[in-house]
T-cell receptor, first 112, second 114 residues
Framework: DVKVTQSSRYLVKRTGEKVFLECVQDMDHENMFWYRQDPGLGLRLIYFSYDVKMKEKGDIPEGYSVSREKKERFSLILESASTNQTSMYLC???????????FGPGTRLTVT | GENVEQHPSTLSVQEGDSAVIKCTYSDSASNYFPWYKQELGKRPQLIIDIRSNVGEKKDQRIAVTLNKTAKHFSLHITETQPEDSAVYFCAASKASGSARQLTFGSGTQLTVLP
């Protein structure tokens, strides 16, 4: 069974703080993704990575950066959190041989 | 880039009735169309998908149809049950040099009334 875990289920941060969200998968998947989920907007892709140290921008990368130092781990970084980054953040992974994305449980981030 | 529109945003049906959710996409190069179900407080999970070389796929009570000419695809759920209540997301993807990205629709909240 594929397991994708995220470091926190709930997180509260202050405006201007640096925030790290971490995602770990245990299936040796090459591809990993970060989405944010907002009501009425679906899931929007922030960044993805197809290999260690490789990253590509998604549809809404502004205000975010990512890091992938190990194959199983993909981190999302908010350099200076703002209130409009309050959202649910979902990580996903997939094998290069498959289209199916496996999601983590999500992190509900609140920036005050 | 790809744009996926999904309708309706909310749908209520009586238990036992059918439910239909529709999506349109913009990029004619898209060739993979999955549907994800997200129950309240849970993570999205793939329930069915279709590739562009087929027009319909069924799996028990759920089916997906694809019209490539019109660039739209639909999810059909028959004999709905209370456990079908969830948010459903459609998505579209095309093979690219790097990871296969999914562009998601905005979601449909399906409520099955007992």
């Amino acid at each position: 069974d594929v397991k994708v875990t995220q470091s926190s289920r709930y997180l509260v941060k202050r405006t201007g703080e640096k925030v790290f969200l971490e995602c770990v998968q245990d299936m040796d998947h090459e591809n990993m993704f970060w989405y944010r989920q907002d009501p009425g907007l679906g899931l929007r892709l922030i960044y993805f990575s197809y290999d260690v140290k490789m990253k590509e921008k998604g549809d809404i990368p502004e205000g975010y950066s990512v890091s992938r130092e190990k194959k199983e781990r993909f981190s999302l970084i908010l350099e200076s959190a703002s209130t409009n980054q309050t959202s649910m953040y979902l990580c996903a992974s997939t094998s290069s041989l498959s289209y199916e994305q496996y999601f983590g449980p999500g992190t509900r981030l609140t920036v005050t | 880039g790809e744009n996926v529109e999904q309708h309706p945003s909310t749908l209520s049906v009586q238990e036992g009735d059918s439910a239909v959710i529709k999506c349109t996409y913009s990029d004619s190069a898209s060739n993979y169309f999955p549907w994800y179900k997200q129950e309240l407080g849970k993570r999205p999970q793939l329930i069915i998908d279709i590739r562009s070389n087929v027009g319909e796929k069924k799996d028990q009570r759920i089916a997906v149809t694809l019209n490539k000419t019109a660039k739209h695809f639909s999810l059909h759920i028959t004999e709905t049950q209370p456990e079908d209540s969830a948010v459903y997301f459609c998505a579209a993807s095309k093979a690219s040099g790097s990871a296969r990205q999914l562009t998601f629709g905005s979601g449909t909240q399906l409520t099955v009334l007992p």
